[in-house]
């Protein structure tokens, strides 16, 4: 309580200077643009607009001359007329990209201007190429795109998300006590063609983010509407095909409204069909309420199923028995499905006021056939096992900014609250066969989850610095309910969480920032593991510190490097065969990121990210504190080209490098590299086709891999080696689309 008599005490000592200019910056039908960059050529002063568009400049006066600009827009150059409090609307309009319009804006998440840029010079067009638009993340598909995929960051190995906070427009992706992996995060119900934004930062550093958000987060934000409609129509070898669908159904000023669908089919280029099949829909709908509100409401709905051949032994492929597409058990597989209903809210409540709520809801259901260790725990039936569960989840997200000045210092306070709460029934660990026999039950139960949160975070400017304290607070509550007890067993728990951040940010002009972050975050552990551990030690925490600097030495090259340390207090590695989760200790990571863009003409543009981690854990012996699947080397990026008159296309590169597979480093991981190709002619306004082909050099690589131990039916003793989901091969597909 006395925390909010403090911040009251803060809003009713600071004043509002009297020389300000507001204005609304949106798009020629009436779309805000968020993070339009404002300066004022006189005063040289500056502004960005928030997500409804809305900005405010101080010390402005009549006959003063504003420059107004954004990615992918035309500059505008006006003359300020009147400084009453009159709505003040500049209308931007779309125009070819130019690298040198970014401006480094002097935030802490500045760096996502960089998904921007990529986003204009290289359009994602699958599920998979939106989280590898985050700089320096590498993602890994187990299932030729049902489950989830792998994903590395930072040094780590993330599996499905445990230590990546993942939402699409504040509805987190991320599933707490998943039947097959903690914080397991399944984007595959987003269409990429519907994503406007994506916002990331790596590290513990933003108290928006708690659960999950230790090495970075990422938040997609969905478009209001299309530029035009579309239907595309995909086909490529492996019996892959894609229908996309694009609809406006409103796009006036005051509201809009589209649906999108799309239908992926894919047999693979395994001897066992995967037989995927992938259905998405989304409808949203948005409104301008007033001149300073808007409403939005989005429906989405998503089903896949698909069969894999799994994770194959190395020795089984060299000595024969199989291909590299073969299989030792080729009944993997599963479905899953997801709904979803997202409500908002945004309103300026005054010039220096901004409120936005969303409250959501999920339906989820999972299924999962797996065998890792083939016949080692049963060798007459195999160890297939089947993960299973449905969910209900809800929650709401609240913020409330508002703008101050205290003396010489503009102050930006940031308030967020909000709930979260998960209700997983059946959720279910069995051994089974052939995916029909339920051998026995391993886990099975009634998991509830709630986490409530709250977070304040300050931003204090005073001429190039910027400093941010923060603190977020967590509560959570877990419950499970365990059916294969004799007696009733419903247990629960409580545990919270403090997140303290410190961030600092020198910004000498709007080309470079300087910055040192620092913070602690945190990931949960699964419900069932909390309960039985009676809530000890089972909120670890992360501590990390970040320095660094985005520069543009030229007006067409953008940089960004960094230098930071991570400490995790432990590590929870889910092993979804055992049913449990495994404690590995303490861990630290030392790395350096660097990337680049640069713009040789203004249609040929140049990217790349890069980095490098000494990953290692605290507590082993020099020589066995190896931290498996730890990746130490990533490289991407590629070469595009754009509005080259009727063309366009890339060439993208991604290179893992070798890697522990184990504590010792006895069993490696191969690394790769990967060359993927696309281009693009637009014949007319109304037809476009293009291809795109992966893997263009045809080169053997391995996708995903794990150190596992397994024993083949034929084996006697059991051997622990690489066990490897091969990469696609050359793998071409063609295109035709439609706009009107």
Request: charged letters at 20%; a negative charge; hydrophobic letters at 35%.
């Amino acid at each position: 309580m006395k925390y909010i008599f403090f911040i009251l005490f803060l809003f009713s000592s600071l004043y509002i200077s009297a020389q300000e200019f507001q204005g609304y910056i949106e798009t020629s039908n009436g779309t805000p643009i968020e993070g339009a960059y404002i300066f004022n050529k006189n005063s040289q002063k500056h502004a960005h607009s928030n997500e409804s568009g809305y900005f405010l400049i101080e010390k402005t006066n009549l006959g003063d001359s504003l420059q107004i600009g954004s990615l992918g827009y035309k500059n505008s150059n006006t003359i300020i007329k009147n400084t009453s409090n009159k709505r003040n609307t500049y209308v931007l309009n779309e125009a070819p990209f130019e690298l040198n319009e970014v401006v480094i804006s002097p935030k802490i998440d500045a760096l996502s201007v960089v998904t921007k840029i990529d986003l204009q010079t290289n359009p994602v067009g699958s599920s998979q190429e939106i989280l590898q638009k985050v700089p320096g993340l590498i993602i890994g598909q187990h299932a030729g795109g049902g489950k989830a995929e792998q994903l590395f960051l930072r040094g780590f190995d993330i599996d499905h998300g445990t230590d990546i906070s993942i939402n699409v427009d504040n509805m987190p992706v991320n599933m707490v006590s998943h039947a097959h992996g903690q914080g397991y995060a399944d984007l595959h119900f987003v269409i990429p063609e519907t994503i406007e934004k994506i916002d990331f930062g790596k590290g513990p550093y933003n108290a928006q983010y708690g659960n999950f958000a230790t090495a970075g987060y990422v938040g997609f934000a969905s478009k209001e509407a299309f530029t035009k409609n579309t239907v595309k129509f995909t086909y490529g070898d492996y019996g892959y095909k894609r229908n996309l669908g694009l609809f406006n159904v409103l796009n006036t000023k005051k509201e809009k409204a589209y649906i999108a669908t799309e239908l992926i089919g894919f047999d693979g280029p395994f001897e066992s069909s995967q037989n995927f099949e992938r259905f998405n829909v989304m409808a949203k709908y948005s409104s301008r309420l007033d001149a300073n509100s808007k409403f939005f409401t989005s429906v989405s709905h998503f089903t896949s199923s698909w069969d894999a051949s799994g994770q194959i032994p190395e020795r089984a492929v060299n000595s024969g028995l199989i291909t590299r597409f073969g299989a030792i058990d080729d009944t993997e597989g599963g479905k899953t499905s997801r709904t979803n209903l997202n409500i908002g809210l945004q309103k300026n409540i005054d010039k220096n006021t901004f409120f936005k709520a969303n409250t959501y809801y999920s339906n989820y259901n999972f299924l999962l056939f797996s065998n890792f260790t083939f016949f080692l725990d049963d060798p007459q039936n195999g160890d297939q096992i089947k993960q299973e569960e449905s969910r209900n989840l809800f929650g709401l997200n609240t913020q409330l900014k508002k703008n101050l000045n205290w003396g010489e210092a503009n102050v930006n306070l940031e308030l967020g609250s909000g709930f979260r709460t998960d209700n997983s029934t059946g959720n279910e660990l069995s051994h089974t066969a052939n995916r029909k026999t339920t051998l026995n039950n391993i886990q099975l139960g009634d998991i509830k989850e709630t986490n409530i949160f709250g977070y304040l975070n300050a931003n204090f400017t005073l001429g190039n610095f910027t400093l941010s304290p923060a603190l977020r607070l967590d509560n959570f509550n877990f419950k499970y309910a365990d059916a294969l007890s004799e007696v009733y067993d419903n247990k629960s728990v409580s545990k919270t969480a403090f997140s303290p951040k410190l961030n600092l940010v020198y910004h000498p002009n709007k080309n470079t920032q300087y910055y040192l972050k620092s913070g602690i975050g945190f990931h949960s552990n699964d419900a069932r593991v909390s309960v039985a551990q009676n809530g000890h030690k089972i909120l670890p925490k992360a501590y990390g510190l970040d320095l660094g600097t985005i520069l543009k030495p030229t007006k067409n090259f953008f940089i960004n490097a960094a230098a930071w340390y991570l400490y995790s207090e432990q590590e929870f590695v889910y092993v979804g065969d055992a049913g449990i989760v495994e404690p590995s200790g303490a861990s630290k990571r030392l790395g350096i990121d660097f990337g680049a863009r640069y713009q040789f003409t203004n249609w040929l543009f140049f990217n790349t990210d890069l980095t490098y981690t000494v990953a290692r854990s605290v507590d082993e012996n020099s020589g066995e504190d190896y931290i498996p699947l730890a990746p130490d080397f990533t490289l991407v990026g590629g070469l595009n080209v754009t509005n080259l008159g009727k063309f366009s296309g890339g060439l993208q590169y991604k290179h893992l490098n070798n890697r522990p597979a184990n504590e010792d480093n006895s069993i490696v991981a191969e690394g790769y590299t990967v060359f993927n190709l696309n281009a693009n002619y637009q014949w007319s306004s109304f037809i476009s086709t293009g291809i795109t082909i992966d893997n263009v050099f045809d080169v053997e690589w391995n996708e995903t891999q794990f150190a596992t131990t397994t024993r083949l039916q034929n084996e006697t003793n059991p051997v622990e080696e690489i066990h490897f989901t091969p990469g696609t091969p050359f793998f071409i597909k063609a295109n035709l689309t439609f706009t009107f």
